[in-house]
């Protein structure tokens, strides 16, 4: 459980609402859940460079995400 509580308001328009309540329901999470979900493999993503795919699981393909000399 969360120790602390922001709440926020967000409006989605209905195609990604819709999207949003599909992964929910794959997931079998609510749909604050999903997104904390999203949010935090997508910080671990770009902030810590752990390759994640979509799912969160760790990417099968991490060469895909390597940086490229400039």
Do not use: Y
Request: hydrophobic share 40%; charged share 30%.
């Amino acid at each position: 459980m969360h120790t602390r509580e922001i709440n926020f308001n967000v409006r989605f328009d209905t195609a990604t609402r819709d999207d949003l309540d599909k992964i929910a329901d794959v997931w079998r999470v609510s749909r604050a859940e999903a997104i904390r979900r999203m949010t935090q493999n997508t910080a671990e993503h770009i902030f810590t460079e752990v390759p994640k795919c979509a799912d969160g699981g760790r990417c099968f393909v991490p060469q895909m995400h390597a940086k490229k000399a400039v």
